[in-house]
């Protein structure tokens, strides 16, 4: 019931294509869902992130979906550009109800963008 | 302002053989996580700490120790190096939930390879 599952592992998309990468949890008390940007080389680094009682938040390309019945997420990364290329881990985790910050991992999706 | 500092960056360790992984950070943040990469599997938690003197087991905590005496150092130990701790750990930290320092910031990580 802890695990975040994320679709595709990989994923091929043309530049100014719209990239999709959907994530699916089992806990309902999940609390927070962040997305996380990773380069070859580098930490993850937070991208955009969103909380349950909203349906939609956008940044810039990078909106993120979230479906509470079906408890589902998605990224969605408009005009998709040579330097998204990197790794992305959706995750979630117990905020509200407790004290230890503890992140939830999918397992990862590995776009790159052609030119 | 450095962040979450991790060194050493890359190790070859003899099967069992012992290291330490050290991980700094300079944000005053209250909580710390070591999460260990491996190709397709996300990040999994092994240990993480909510305060100086106080820390707790992940999702894999075998063959790893912690401990954090400050608030700004948590370093990871390995007991007895096995070809299955081959991996690139990411130490992370942030402040408390609904605090102005909240938020994951992750260090550069450590490659290590156990031959």
């Known amino acids: 019931q802890q695990q975040v599952k994320q679709s595709p592992q990989s994923l091929i998309v043309q530049k100014g294509g719209i990239s999709i990468i959907n994530c699916a949890y089992e806990?309902?008390?999940?609390?927070?869902f962040p997305w996380y940007q990773q380069f070859p080389g580098k930490g993850p680094a937070l991208l955009i992130a969103?909380?349950?009682?909203?349906s939609e938040k956008k940044e810039g390309r990078f909106t993120i979906s979230f479906n509470k019945s079906a408890k589902q997420f998605s990224l969605h990364i408009m005009d998709s550009q040579p330097g998204d290329s990197a790794t992305y881990f959706c995750a979630a985790s117990l905020q509200g109800s407790s004290n230890t910050g503890k992140l939830i991992f999918g397992q990862g999706t590995t776009l790159q963008v052609k030119p | 302002n450095a962040g979450v500092t991790q060194t050493p960056k890359f190790r070859i360790l003899k099967i069992g053989q012992s290291m330490t992984l050290q991980c700094a950070q300079d944000?005053?943040?209250?909580?710390m996580y070591w999460y260990r990469q491996d190709p397709g599997m996300g990040l999994k938690l092994i240990y993480y700490?909510?305060?100086?003197?106080?820390?707790d087991k992940g999702e894999v905590p075998n063959g790893y120790n912690v401990s954090r005496s400050t608030t700004e150092d948590f370093p990871l130990r390995l007991e007895l190096a096995a070809p299955s701790q081959t991996s690139v750990y990411f130490c992370a930290s942030t402040g408390t939930w609904g605090s102005s320092n909240y938020g994951y910031t992750f260090g550069s990580g450590t490659r290590l390879t156990v031959v």
């Open positions: 969103i909380r349950p009682d909203v």
């Open positions: 806990n309902t008390a999940f609390d927070y």
């Open positions: 700490s909510v305060g100086a003197g106080i820390t």
């Open positions: 944000m005053n943040h209250n909580y």
